[in-house]
């Protein structure tokens, strides 16, 4: 797994992809994750996605979140529901991805950390909602900055090509797009 996420950030992903292939294969064998390897899902469930292979995303974060619940994990909930969130976007399903926004925001709360606005920003974006993202993204983009998330200001400007995109504003969408496609690393 290790090895096929270097190959991913040296080579890029047309190159990896037999090796994440076969990191996912192995990690989705079929006998419960043992507590020592669970720790390594969120990185399976990663390859899974870059792979596009939803049904592996699916497998894996669903594995990756019950044995996080059922160790009462709460630290490692936000980003194991931050996966699982991805992949009920992606597909459409808004609703469970709400249901997931829901369940972050009363982790966060329950634990008094404060969590990044990116749920509710792609929300607004797959749902072509112009106003509530113009709403977010100062928010998200001040937060990214503030703690040096280059990943945070990825999500940012994907959402907002998102946006151009989904209203047929195709200049908008491009110039948004082309700086942000400058550090595929970064997805």
């Not at 292939?21 to 469930?45: H, M």
């Amino acid at each position: 797994l290790l090895h096929a996420l270097a190959v991913t950030v040296v080579d890029g992903c047309a190159v990896a992809a037999p090796h994440l292939a076969r990191a996912v294969e192995i990690f989705r064998g079929g006998a419960p994750a043992a507590p020592e390897t669970a720790r390594w899902l969120w990185l399976a469930t990663h390859a899974a996605r870059l792979l596009w292979d939803e049904e592996s995303w699916q497998v894996l974060s669903d594995e990756h979140l019950r044995l996080a619940r059922q160790a009462g994990a709460l630290a490692l909930l936000p980003t194991i529901v931050a996966t699982r969130f991805g992949l009920h976007l992606f597909a459409g399903e808004f609703a469970e991805a709400e249901a997931l926004h829901d369940e972050q925001t009363a982790i966060a709360t329950a634990t008094l950390n404060q969590i990044p606005g990116y749920f509710a920003l792609m929300l607004a974006a797959f749902r072509g909602q112009d106003a509530r993202a113009a709403e977010l993204i100062p928010a998200a983009t001040a937060d990214a900055e503030r703690r040096g998330e280059g990943m945070g200001l990825t999500v940012v400007e994907y959402a907002q090509t998102l946006l151009h995109v989904g209203h047929g504003r195709w200049a908008q969408a491009l110039a948004i797009a082309e700086p942000a496609a400058r550090h595929p690393e970064e997805s």
